[in-house]
């Protein structure tokens, strides 16, 4: 783990995470109940251009960061059933 909970102006990071020489960009969603989608579809394309946003700010910033190969992924967990959760990698590009 490289960070957790980055924070901007632009939104929020998760978790910064490495995989190999790729820096990994996770949002993690928990939701109590499905009623408008579960956790997933709660990843709309504004929440992604944020997330991609705040990426860039991070990247800007930390050091030797700016030529790595980076990806979005998101870490889905359903609070019905705790023990269930769902790492998509590559969710999104930008």
Do not use: T
């Amino acid at each position: 783990m490289v960070a957790r909970n980055y924070r901007c102006r632009f939104g929020e990071i998760d978790l910064v995470l490495e995989d190999g020489d790729a820096l990994v960009f996770a949002e993690v969603r928990l939701r109590a109940r499905s009623d408008y989608g579960g956790a997933a579809a709660s990843i709309d394309r504004r929440k992604q251009s944020r997330i991609a946003a705040a990426a860039r700010h991070y990247l800007a910033h930390a050091r030797g960061s700016q030529s790595r190969p980076c990806r979005f992924d998101v870490v889905l967990m359903d609070r019905l059933d705790a023990g269930a959760i769902e790492w998509i990698r590559d969710a999104f590009g930008v």
